[in-house]
């Protein structure tokens, strides 16, 4: 059994900063890539950013150069980092991790999910 949990999110100006973090818990014995995704309703997930174990990170053009992922593997955590932040990036933000349990059982676990709402 593995869990993510998710916090940071709330609301905030346009122009403003928040950091979302992302702890991944459980009987774990690795994890390979971490990321943020986001979704609003009625839309498709959508990639932020990811990282994975090794420290390459991937991010979507529409926040290249505001956000930051980054990851702490001894505490199996997540970050995002979110500044200049513009209404458009309202969403709900999930963390995802592909895991590797003790018993060498692959998991690609989701966070329950933490709402971003950037007011203009």
């Known amino acids: 059994q593995v869990q993510l949990v998710e916090s940071g999110g709330g609301l905030v100006q346009a122009g403003g900063s928040l950091r979302l973090s992302c702890a991944a818990s459980?009987?774990?014995?690795?994890?390979?890539?971490m990321g943020w995704y986001r979704q609003a309703p009625g839309k498709q997930r959508e990639l932020v950013a990811d990282i994975t174990g090794r420290g390459t990170i991937n991010y979507a053009e529409s926040v290249k150069g505001r956000f930051a992922i980054s990851r702490d593997n001894a505490k199996n955590t997540v970050y995002l980092q979110m500044n200049s932040l513009k209404p458009e990036d309202t969403d709900v933000y999930y963390c995802?991790?592909?895991?590797?349990?003790?018993?060498?059982?692959?998991?690609?676990?989701w966070g329950q999910g933490t709402q971003v709402t950037v007011s203009s």
């Open positions: 995802r991790a592909d895991i590797l349990t003790a018993n060498w059982s692959r998991r690609d676990s």
């Open positions: 459980g009987n774990i014995r690795s994890i390979t890539t």
